[in-house]
């Protein structure tokens, strides 16, 4: 491809900031590779710099995959080509990355840390670290340790930031469960007589190979309730950034939430953006931080959901304290047929935090009859531990009444 007249020297500094902007653009959740770099590089030579709009329009029909990341696109462009004289320090090829002490962009929190994040020190100075970088590792790695065992209400608004981010980094095996729908494998138990009698037309009848299946395993489907009620806020609100995760990795995934009504917030959970999904999600929920009517919002899910999401044996996550306003009225009826329409309900109680706790309340009395796990959700070590079980869940590995349960079960009063 011939170069562009104003494109500059092939050894300038263009090349390192369309990198960098790449770059920053993956960091921020967008879908680049290596490969979208060389092209947009390719791009911006084939149309130039003279044009801010034309430089834009080349970038984003090289780098831009699905509409949803428009919005971040070109907060992104405005952000990192920002400058007073663009077209002289393009033609000079020196623009450099946005560094604007002191200014706070507004927009995507996720696209600030991104693109300010530190540049990677000289070739010189990375074989040998200094004091002060030994001394970042080693405070980055205490304060993981602390952030993994701190009570989400106890954190400031530093370390729930902190927590919000290592919740998006929290990475989720792949999760397959086995069905009852056989495939074609070359080691399975079952032979497959129709393909094997076909197999056996090739040669006349005369051989007639063994033809087997294997069940087929396929992804679970995964279904998230939360509370969001104003003893639930602050757990709330790590929960949701969790099922955000959830949402962008598994393909059969459906969140809810539930104070006074029940809110379907799959659709807004969807988006790559955390913020823009928050955003979205709390722009759906009209009784956030409001009282709680466990009983009759599980009710409504039995009714208008349940055989449209927990089909296929799913994965039931239930986020709540069972603190419920109407005094767990009508409570145990939804609880159990809930329990009996999913594989596997787990009950995530940010309250077993306390070691004196006690299934006293009429709410938990009511609930813990009819859920197969009972954990805390406290803290960052509590969700790692729940990332484990849904694994082992999936793995065949758990049986349908844990220990734990049945442990909890026994110590409510008469």
Known sequence: MARHPEAGPPGGKLADNVMQFARALRAAGMRVGPGDTLDALRAVEA??????????????????????DLALFDEAFHIFWKDP????RMMGLLLPRLTTPGEDPAGSQRLRDALGAQQPPPPADRD????????????DWSDRERLGTLDFDKMSADDFRQTQRLIDALVLPPLTVRTRRHAPHPHGRRVDLRASLKAGLRFGGDVIPLRRTAP??????VVALCDISGSMDRYARVFLRLM?????????????????RLTNVTRPLRDRDPDQAMDAA????????GGTRIGDCLTAFNRHWSRRVLGQGALVLLMTDG????????????????HRSCRRLVWLNPLLRWDGFQPRAAGVRAMLPHV???RPSHSLDSLAELVRAVSDHAAGRSPRRLEAARAWRGRMPA
């Open 323 to 338: 603190l419920d306003q109407a005094g767990a009225e009508g409570l145990a009826r939804p609880m159990a047929r809930l």
């Open 372 to 374: 197969d796990d009972f």
């Open 216 to 221: 087929e395993p396929r992804p679970p489907t």
């Open 47 to 68: 149309v130039g710099v003279a044009n801010r709009a034309d430089l834009r329009a080349a970038l984003s029909a090289v780098l831009l995959r699905r509409h949803q």
């Open 128 to 139: 040998r670290p200094t004091p002060e970088q030994r001394l970042n590792v080693d405070l």
């Open 282 to 289: 709390a722009a759906a929920m009209p009784d956030w931080a």
């Open 85 to 88: 004289d663009l077209l002289g």
């Open 244 to 260: 955000h995760g959830l949402a962008n990795r598994e393909p059969h995934f459906h969140g809810f939430v539930f104070g006074t």
